[in-house]
Each structure stands twice: as structure tokens, then as C-alpha cells.
């Protein structure tokens, strides 16, 4: 059973820092792609990164680039995200995600967590 937990969110001010991490069990995690997601409420929900099995390859909404990094440590079947210069829109809930590797985009993703709170605001 595939099972996705994430923490680390909490509520920051304008410009400053969090680090989201996620712990998968259940699946081999060299083989699936690893994502976060978020929905912030009235919106629909959006990719924020993602990463390859080997963590070569990552991609970013365009909202986020040069702000957020995406990491994994597949010994530790672990996802992160790094977010540094937090604005006031990047608030919502985060979710990590999985699906098998074909291409790491944002979709149809399989596996979901439960979801963690972050909130920027001054």
C-alpha cells in the first residue's frame, strides 16, 4: 500500500524560508516520479515541481522558478522542497505526489498525500 506523508509547513513571513519533506513507503521510489502540488482555496489545484527517479531532471511552474528546489533521496524513499523568497501567493495547501516514470510532468498522477498548510503572510 502507497503511502505519502508529508510536513514541515507552517506559516512564514513575506521572504521567508520552508522546508516541506515527504515520506513514501510502499513504493520503490527509483522507479516513480515524485511531484508537489498545490491548491490554494478558490483555485484549482497546480504542479509545482517535480523530479525524476534519479533526480536528474526537474521541472518548475514558472511561478516558482529560481525560488523553490525540488530534491529526493531515494535511499530514504524522501521528497523535499525547498522554498526560499516565500511571497503571499504561494500560500495554500501542498501535496506530494507519485505516479510511475514515463515523463515527470504534472500529470496523472496516481498517489497523493494528505497535504500540509503553508500560509505567507505578514
Known amino acids: 500500500q502507497v503511502q505519502l506523508v508529508e510536513s514541515g509547513g507552517g506559516s512564514v513571513q513575506p521572504g521567508g524560508s520552508l522546508r516541506l519533506s515527504c515520506a513514501a513507503s510502499?513504493?520503490?521510489?527509483?522507479?516513480?516520479?515524485l511531484a508537489w502540488f498545490r491548491q490554494a482555496p478558490g483555485k484549482e489545484r497546480e504542479g509545482v515541481a517535480s523530479?525524476?527517479?534519479?533526480?536528474?531532471?526537474?521541472r518548475y511552474a514558472d511561478s516558482v522558478k529560481g525560488r523553490f528546489t525540488i530534491s529526493r533521496d531515494n535511499r530514504e524513499n524522501a521528497l523535499y522542497l525547498q522554498m526560499d523568497s516565500l511571497k503571499p501567493e504561494d500560500t495554500a495547501m501542498y501535496y506530494c505526489a507519485a505516479r510511475s516514470f514515463v515523463n515527470c510532468n504534472f500529470d496523472d498522477y496516481a498517489f497523493w498525500g494528505q497535504g500540509t498548510q503553508v500560509t505567507v503572510s505578514s
Open positions: 510502499g513504493l520503490s521510489s527509483r522507479l516513480y516520479c
Open positions: 523530479i525524476t527517479p534519479s533526480g536528474g531532471t526537474t
